[in-house]
């Protein structure tokens, strides 16, 4: 079984620049997940969709993120305009139905300077 | 609110020195305790779910433990490839997202 495939692996942007992250989980998973990891912290939920629907996004500061999951597939993950303090990675997961089974990307490393 | 707190923040054992890795936390309802592994550069890997308090897994060097208010992660006998962070989460009553601590990063010295 494939994993979740996640691109670019590394990103570096001045502040006040976009970016966008790309997320492709499991065949079949319907729930989706976008973490953000800052370093020496746990992973915090910024998004979960179920299908192309989004279920909470009470985490993600939505006045300078943005993500979607087209055809409940793929999923996209933006910043704009980025602050020094977005530097994280940032990790998809996935899951058959958003109960158990877990599955998580390695994850895009961004650096803002 | 659901919250998870890992101690100690990290730890350095020589190998073959067992020890056990701490998480407490506060949730409404506990649907599951899960325990992740985790390498430099890389995503979480999953390792156990418990349920309830009282259950134990074992995989290899590891043994997972819950109670209704703290899980501990014991490693037997470790070797420098258990050497990475190690990741504790809960999901809570009516919850389809894991909580997860800030972590325990382990060493093991040969």
């Known amino acids: 079984e494939a994993g979740v495939a996640q691109s670019p692996r590394y990103k570096i942007i001045e502040k006040r620049q976009s970016v966008a992250f790309w997320c492709n989980p499991i065949s079949g998973h319907a729930t989706l997940y976008w973490y953000q990891q800052i370093l020496g912290q746990g992973p915090k939920l910024l998004i979960q969709?179920?299908?192309?629907?989004?279920?909470?996004d009470s985490q993600l500061p939505k006045d300078r993120f943005s993500a979607e999951r087209l055809k409940g597939v793929d999923s996209t993950l933006k910043i704009q305009p980025a602050k020094l303090e977005d530097s994280a990675v940032y990790l998809c997961?996935?899951?058959?139905?958003?109960?158990?089974?877990?599955?998580f990307g390695s994850g895009t490393r961004l650096t803002v300077v | 609110e659901d919250q998870v707190t890992q101690s100690p923040e990290a730890l350095r054992l020589q190998e073959g020195e067992s020890s056990s890795l701490n998480c407490s936390y506060t949730v409404s309802g506990l649907r599951g305790l899960f325990w992740y592994r985790q390498d430099p550069g890389k995503g979480p890997e999953f390792l156990f779910t418990?349920?309830?308090a009282g259950e134990e897994k074992e995989k290899e060097r590891l043994k997972a433990t819950l109670t209704k208010k703290e899980s501990f992660l014991h490693i037997t006998a470790p070797k420098p490839e258990d050497s990475a962070t190690y990741l504790c989460?809960?999901?809570?009553?009516?919850?389809?997202?894991?909580?997860f601590g800030q972590g325990t990063r382990l060493t093991i010295n040969p």
């Open positions: 418990l349920y309830s």
């Open positions: 989460a809960v999901m809570g009553e009516g919850a389809q997202k894991l909580v």
């Open positions: 997961a996935s899951s058959p139905d958003g109960n158990y089974g877990y599955t």
């Open positions: 969709f179920q299908n192309n629907g989004v279920v909470d």
